[in-house]
């Protein structure tokens, strides 16, 4: 089984072929902005990464294919600690399970691979520190290494300054 992690910035399925079309599809900065609108509730709003969608496209052999299979995609620190954003119940992580199938494909040659992919879109970001993070993806309890996407959050650029220098004296 192969399974690539790609990072895009917008994304959408096509539910009749399971295609994907992705926009600026293989980023890896991102930096952290102030949310668009009036503040919400009290105290400051968090800096938001920028939007992201997280594909996972599997190719899987035929032995593995019309079987269930389950599907977990985590956000991960460059520790390997699971990343908690504030949630409505406290913190809660970063994860997404499914289950899916990859289909034989039909009308090609035995032993053709088949394909599935599975789509996670964030289009407000997240509120992340910053550094470096990956997306991982385990199916049924298994992972590699390569089976994941890094990404490095960026502070937010500073606030020009101007003006003259402050009086000396």
Known sequence: MKIYVLLAEKGAQNPHNGTLSLLNVGWAVTQLRRPMGPPVGEGAQPLLS???????????????????????????????????????????AVRLEQTLMVPS??????????????????PTGLPLSPGIYRW???????????????????????????GFPPPSG
């Open 136 to 162: 991982q993806v385990r199916v049924n309890g298994k992972e590699e290494d390569d089976w994941s996407a890094h990404f490095y959050v960026a502070s937010p650029p500073q606030a020009p300054t101007f």
């Open 50 to 92: 920028g939007p992201q969608v997280v594909v996972v496209l599997i190719e899987a052999e035929l032995a593995m294919c019309n079987r269930s299979l389950t599907l977990e995609i985590e956000l991960l620190t460059e520790d390997g600690d699971v990343v908690e954003i504030p949630g409505p119940t406290g913190p809660q």
């Open 105 to 122: 494909p039909s009308g090609v040659p035995t032993g053709f691979p088949g394909r599935a992919s599975s789509m996670m879109e964030l």
